[in-house]
Each structure stands twice: as structure tokens, then as C-alpha cells.
């Protein structure tokens, strides 16, 4: 048995690019025939290859899902929002009609908006659950109880209170999240657990958002010259395309340069928060979890991955997955040992269905 002491990666990834390509060309020449649809089976193609090649004590997980469950949850998804919209919309109308007001016409489309809202939220809950359900480790999978809408509506209060507090409740909220992400899962028999204290990494938080504020204002004001400029262009008689052309290139231009700069700004705090996560959550007594990761290699992640996808025109997503995979193993720890002897099945209830909802109004995480 290793000692708790004892610090060495959780997963080993032996996967190759080669391999990452052939399933992309394959996906891709598939989902072009299909008119797309078959990109729920790309996704299941690509989480049973990364699945397969991660090793944790010489033993490889195994990734159960299937594109038709994809492709059922994306379908429900559908039916459920497309429903809240004829409603929403239905009762909008027969209420401007039944009191003349376009106030309270307005009130159902303010809740379809907050559902929406919460959907998304619980989407991510619900994703998790679903691929929880459906990895194994020598024969052993994982699970997740609670709900996900209780989840979308927890976040949604906890983002008004974030924007009652001008952001400055945004650590609690990360944390009290994660919380209840992280304790509601299991795998097998034990559960998984996180405590979080928020006042760790406010600090820094404080730093950061300080910094994205001045960011903010000094390319707003240089964005502001800019506009002003065009104004001006635009008084010289022939020059009438130039204002919406410099306008547009200035709006381009802020937005690209608040982006990476708020990225590489933010990046201090995030790995301080994911370093703050892992090293306070742990699998029942036997696993203690850690991470290494730090500014410097999260931002080089970051951009390298922002650079490949933008150079390549999409076609380097494979090298993207790749060194995703590489830095997880690369920066995620663990202390102790878990014996799959003593490891019991899951008793929690899977999903019958894939992560629709995310699918639907997200775009579905690296995978």
C-alpha cells in the first residue's frame, strides 16, 4: 500500500496523435454525410479512445455511453425548451390581450429567459452526472444524486447575489458550487468530498477583478478615441464608408485585445482557485487529491489551444484534446490507494439518457 505521503500522478495518458486524427477524419467525413447528426456518435468515439487511454494503478477506465443516448438526450432537450418558448410566447399573447398591458405581456418572456437561464446552469450538473454513470474502472462506475434543475436554480440566485454584490461574492459562489457539484458525487462505493473557504483565494480574486476593471476602462477609452475619430472621417465629403469601417475594426479590436487581456489577467486567480479545489477534495479515506498547476503552464495551455484552433481553421482540435489530456495528468495529483476489491458498485441511479440540455445550449466542454 502507498503511503498518503506518497505524491504521484492520478492518471497516465497514453494516447497518440495519430490515433486522436484518424477518429477526427473519420468523425468528420461521417458528420458532412450526415448533415451533422452524426456528431453525437463522434462524441462517443472520442470519450471511449481518451477513456481507454487513461490508466490509473496500470488499470484503464472504459467509457459506457453511446451516441443514441446523445442523440435521445439532445431530442428531449429540444422538446422541453421549444415547449417553453410556445408557451411562453402563448401566454404573453392572452395576457396583453386580457389586460391591454404590454408590461405584463412582458413577464412571461422575462421567465422563459430565467428558465433558460437555470436550464443551462443545470445543464453542466446533468452532463456530469451522465458521464459519472457512464465510466468504469475495473468494472466499477461512478454516480451522481441530487437534481439539476435545484442546481440551475441555486446558481441563478447565486449570480443575482454576484450581481448585487458588483461580483464580489464571486468566490463563495465558485465555491458553494463546486460543493454541491463535488458532494454530490460518488464512484462505486465512496463518496466524493469538498470543503471550500472562500477568503483563500479572494485576494487574489480582488486583484484580478481590479486589474479587468482598468483593462476595461483604458481600452474603452482608447475604443472611444477611435469611434470619435470616425465621427470626424465621416464629415469629409466621399469618406462615408470609412466611420462604419474604422468603427467596426476599433469594436473588433477591443473585444480581441479585453478577451486575452482578461485571460491572461484572470489566469492568476483560476489557478489559485483550481489549486484551492483539488487539494481539498478527496475520495471516502483512501484518495487525497492535489494539483501542481500554475500560471504559467495554465496560460500556456490557453493560448497555445486559442492559437492551434484559430491557425488551423478547426482542424487542430485533435492536438487541442492531446495536450488537454496531457496537462491533466500532467498537473492532477493523488495521495493513498484505492483497492478495487474493497471498492463496492454503485447503488445511485443512472440517466437514460446523454446530456442533452448542454448540448443544446452549450457547446458540450472538450468532449
Not at 481507454?52 to 443516448?69: A, H, I, K, N, V
Not at 453542466?124 to 462506475?141: D, E, P, V
Not at 470543503?195 to 482608447?222: D, H, N
Request: glycine share 12%; proline share 2%.
Amino acid at each position: 500500500m502507498n503511503s498518503l505521503d506518497e505524491k504521484r500522478p492520478l492518471l497516465i495518458y497514453d494516447g497518440t496523435l495519430g490515433d486522436l486524427y484518424g477518429i477526427f477524419f473519420r468523425n468528420l467525413v461521417l458528420q458532412i454525410v450526415t448533415l451533422g447528426i452524426y456528431r453525437f456518435w463522434a462524441t462517443t468515439n472520442n470519450r471511449r479512445y481518451v477513456w481507454s487511454r487513461m490508466r490509473f494503478q496500470d488499470e484503464r477506465f472504459e467509457y459506457m455511453g453511446t451516441g443514441g443516448e446523445l442523440f435521445k438526450g439532445f431530442l428531449f432537450a429540444i422538446v422541453v425548451v421549444f415547449s417553453a418558448v410556445f408557451a411562453a410566447g402563448a401566454l404573453s399573447v392572452v395576457l396583453r390581450m386580457l389586460t391591454k398591458s404590454a408590461a405584463l405581456g412582458w413577464l412571461p418572456v422575462i421567465a422563459l429567459y430565467l428558465l433558460i437561464v437555470m436550464l443551462a446552469a443545470g445543464a453542466f450538473f446533468g452532463a456530469q452526472r451522465y458521464r459519472l454513470s457512464r465510466t468504469q474502472w475495473c468494472g466499477i462506475r461512478g454516480g451522481m444524486t441530487g437534481s439539476a434543475l435545484g442546481f440551475g436554480v441555486r446558481a441563478l440566485l447565486y449570480a443575482l447575489l454576484c450581481v448585487v454584490t458588483l461580483g464580489q461574492m464571486t468566490p463563495w459562489t465558485s465555491m458553494r458550487l463546486m460543493e454541491c457539484r463535488i458532494n454530490a458525487s460518488s464512484f462505486g462505493s465512496l463518496a466524493f468530498r469538498f470543503k471550500g473557504r472562500a477568503w483563500v483565494v479572494y485576494g487574489l480574486f480582488l486583484v484580478t477583478f481590479v486589474g479587468v476593471v482598468v483593462l476595461f476602462a483604458v481600452l474603452f477609452m482608447v475604443f472611444l478615441k477611435g469611434a470619435l475619430a470616425s465621427m470626424h472621417v465621416g464629415q469629409v465629403p466621399g469618406a462615408s464608408m470609412a466611420p462604419s469601417r474604422a468603427a467596426l475594426g476599433s469594436l473588433f479590436l477591443f473585444y480581441a485585445l479585453f478577451s486575452i487581456g482578461t485571460m491572461l489577467i484572470r489566469g492568476f486567480y483560476v489557478a489559485a482557485l483550481t489549486r484551492h479545489v483539488m487539494g481539498n477534495t478527496s475520495l471516502g479515506s483512501q484518495l487525497h487529491f492535489g494539483s501542481n498547476v500554475s500560471v504559467a503552464r495554465l496560460l500556456s495551455l490557453q493560448c497555445g489551444n486559442l492559437a492551434i484552433i484559430v491557425f488551423t481553421l478547426g482542424l487542430g482540435a485533435p492536438i487541442v484534446l492531446h495536450r488537454l489530456m496531457r496537462f491533466a495528468v500532467d498537473t492532477l495529483q493523488v495521495s493513498g490507494y484505492l483497492d478495487p476489491h474493497m471498492l463496492g458498485q454503485s447503488t445511485v441511479a443512472a440517466p437514460l439518457t446523454g446530456e442533452g440540455m448542454l448540448n443544446l445550449l452549450d457547446h458540450g466542454g472538450a468532449f
